[in-house]
């Protein structure tokens, strides 16, 4: 055969496939949508849940701890050491009148950043008093852990709404290289 006669056959079966797959949807009109009407009930919204601080029960899982933190080169030694058993543990340090904010929180709520939590109060206070310096309202809570276990957490404000803890997370983020939890304040 030659090649002319190749490609005209060509064409005509291609033709021919092309009319028996578009010629009977031509023939029949347009195609009829059916739609299936189900009832649907959306039930109410739940009322919103109230989260409230509780101390941990015996059996509960202990919040991570992180041990050690960076401290500067500037830092005093004693710092970076951890507190030996037998010292006495002072009590919790209360942020100063300066670093709590001017306007009273909404409707009786503040937020903080949790920067870290910390087993040795060595390090949260050497944290805390960077975070001072660098112009942050840093304070350290005690809480206890457990039956005898001691917990550290380093908390940067309060703020009265929830988008200024956000920012000032982000902040912290940004320009101190440390990642933060939102959480209320008492």
């Given at each position: 055969?030659?090649?002319?006669?190749?490609?005209?056959?060509?064409?005509?079966?291609?033709?021919?496939?092309?009319?028996?797959?578009f010629?009977?949807?031509?023939?029949?009109?347009?195609?009829?949508?059916?739609?299936?009407?189900?009832?649907?009930?959306?039930?109410?919204r739940?009322?919103?849940?109230?989260?409230?601080?509780?101390?941990?029960?015996p059996?509960?899982?202990?919040?991570?701890?992180?041990?050690?933190?960076?401290?500067?080169?500037?830092?005093?030694?004693?710092?970076?050491?951890?507190?030996?058993?037998?010292?006495?543990?002072?009590?919790?340090?209360?942020?100063?009148?300066?670093?709590?904010?001017?306007?009273?929180?909404?409707?009786?709520?503040?937020?903080?950043v949790?920067?870290?939590?910390?087993?040795?109060?060595?390090?949260?206070?050497?944290?805390r008093?960077?975070?001072?310096?660098?112009?942050?309202?840093?304070?350290?809570?005690?809480?206890?852990?457990?039956?005898?276990?001691?917990?550290?957490?380093?908390?940067?404000?309060?703020?009265?709404?929830?988008?200024?803890?956000?920012?000032?997370?982000?902040?912290?983020a940004?320009?101190?290289?440390?990642?933060?939890?939102?959480v209320?304040?008492?």
């Amino acid at each position: 055969m030659q090649q002319r006669h190749k490609q005209r056959l060509v064409g005509a079966v291609v033709v021919i496939a092309l009319a028996v797959i578009f010629l009977p949807m031509l023939l029949r009109g347009p195609v009829e949508h059916r739609s299936l009407d189900v009832p649907v009930e959306v039930p109410p919204r739940p009322a919103a849940e109230t989260v409230t601080r509780t101390e941990p029960r015996p059996g509960d899982a202990p919040p991570p701890v992180l041990d050690r933190i960076p401290v500067p080169d500037s830092a005093p030694e004693q710092a970076q050491e951890a507190p030996q058993a037998d010292d006495a543990v002072p009590a919790p340090d209360i942020p100063a009148a300066e670093d709590v904010p001017s306007r009273p929180p909404a409707e009786g709520r503040a937020y903080a950043v949790q920067v870290g939590s910390f087993r040795s109060r060595d390090n949260a206070i050497a944290l805390r008093d960077r975070l001072r310096n660098a112009g942050y309202p840093a304070y350290v809570e005690e809480t206890q852990s457990g039956e005898s276990s001691t917990v550290y957490r380093l908390r940067v404000g309060p703020v009265a709404e929830r988008e200024e803890a956000r920012a000032l997370s982000a902040r912290l983020a940004d320009q101190e290289n440390l990642e933060g939890i939102i959480v209320s304040n008492p």
